[in-house]
């Protein structure tokens, strides 16, 4: 009698996963190409560990619509999944230099929080992502009700990180995450994660893409030209 021999199907490539990844974020305007991708990480983004996606799951199940409790999980978020810790500025402490005044337009752009470079980097202080919270379910590229600007929060952040000299901005109403990034040779890059897609465990890589290319790691801890400034503008 024959031998039925079975193979198993191969695990889908790293280029294959980026693939994935990229598209369930609907990048818009430049951003990160497949070619880039593969050369900064060939072996696909890094996994998420299982108590930080336990943790998360939790939170978003607990997350309410008042925009407190959002700002908390949102500082959660930036503090321990994506691992910034001390360099996170928040409130208050958000140095002046990342708050911008467009009396042209009657508003005082101020982020709720600030990605810093540390004190043992070059450029100690200065801010490397401006971070905006806004209510649940505020429609992250529209015009914001009762405002006289018609910029959308997306429009204010590009416009802000530009003013600051700040290429990378996050703006989020606690579910949805939107990356901005104000090319300094023109255009405006974004793409999108949403935490509660994380929370449902079914789009695991789409949560280890975000840890990945915003996580701490990708700012302070890879080479410069790994560093996600750099890929971007390759």
């Known amino acids: ?15 294959a996963k980026h693939a994935d990844w990229l598209n369930l974020v609907d990048p818009t305007g430049p951003f990160l190409t497949l070619p880039v991708l593969r050369k900064a990480l060939p072996d696909g983004t890094d996994r998420t560990p299982t108590e930080l996606r336990s943790e998360l799951r939790g939170r978003v199940e607990q997350l309410g619509r008042e925009l407190g409790h959002r700002q908390e999980f949102v500082r959660w978020v930036l503090t321990t ?64 009700p009762n405002e006289r600007w018609a910029a959308s929060p997306i429009d204010r952040m590009a416009a802000l990180c530009r003013s600051v ?17 104000a090319n300094p040779t023109g255009g405006v ?11 449902e465990g079914g789009e695991g890589p789409l949560l280890d893409s975000f840890a990945t290319i915003l ?7 890879v080479a410069p030209e790994n560093q996600l400034e750099a890929l971007l503008a390759e």
């Open 1 to 15: 009698m024959a031998t039925v021999k079975r193979f198993k199907p191969k695990p889908p490539s790293a280029a």
């Open 81 to 144: 999944l994506l691992g910034f810790e001390s360099t996170v500025a928040w409130g208050r402490i958000v140095p002046e230099t990342c708050v911008v005044a467009l009396p042209e337009h009657g508003v005082l752009l101020r982020p709720d929080a600030a990605i810093l470079q540390p004190a043992n980097h070059t450029k100690a202080g200065s801010a490397r992502l401006l971070v905006s919270v806004y209510p649940a379910t505020t429609n992250l590229r529209a015009h914001l």
């Open 165 to 181: 000299g700040c290429q990378l901005g996050l703006v989020t109403d606690g579910d949805l995450f939107a990356l901005v990034w």
């Open 189 to 199: 890059g974004t793409a999108t994660w949403i935490a509660s897609v994380f929370a």
């Open 215 to 221: 996580g701490a790691k990708r700012f302070f801890s």
